[in-house]
């Protein structure tokens, strides 16, 4: 089966090890680069079997970054944030000011009540390890007394 030319766009597609040839890198380096570029960028197009297919636009944006990463010593995922604006975006659109800022809201929001979650949990805490402690038996002083163990051989 050919997989060099995508079917839907008309966009030229890649299989893997065609990819990382071009890219410079191993196949296991190529699947970290597709979890990066699926989580950050966009998911990649499969072929029938489910394998991954890389558009040439991906590769060569990958390709520019990596360069950037080598260059200047940066994470790959800064270097990819950093070459987006030499590329097309791919269909992916930018929220509109209010948009970002009803999503800062929610996450502020949402940050509250991990928050006062993570307050309660720890009060919790300190109630049950009182709690513990009450349970405890005591120490009597034969007890404090008493030498460690290791120091029996010491004589």
């Known amino acids: 089966m050919d997989h060099s030319e995508g079917e839907d766009l008309g ?3 890649l299989p893997p090890h065609l990819a990382a040839r071009a ?3 191993s196949p296991a380096t190529l699947r970290r680069y597709a979890a990066l570029w ?5 998911p990649l197009p499969r072929d029938p079997r489910g394998g991954r297919l890389w558009p040439t636009e991906a590769v060569a944006r990958l390709q520019a970054a990596r360069e950037v990463h080598l260059r200047e010593g940066i994470p790959l995922e800064e270097a990819l944030a950093r070459v987006q604006g030499d590329f097309p975006a791919a269909g992916l659109a930018l ?3 209010g ?3 009803a999503l800062l ?3 502020a929001e949402r940050l509250e009540r991990v928050e006062g979650e993570l307050r309660a949990l720890r009060e919790e805490n300190a109630r049950l390890r009182e709690v513990l402690k009450a349970l405890e038996p005591p120490v009597s002083e034969a007890t404090l007394r008493r030498r460690p163990w290791w120091r029996f051989w010491g004589r």
């Open 95 to 97: 929220p509109s000011e």
């Open 38 to 42: 699926e989580e950050r960028v966009a």
């Open 23 to 25: 890219l410079g890198v």
């Open 99 to 101: 948009e970002a800022l």
């Open 105 to 107: 809201r929610d996450l």
């Open 11 to 13: 966009q030229t597609l």
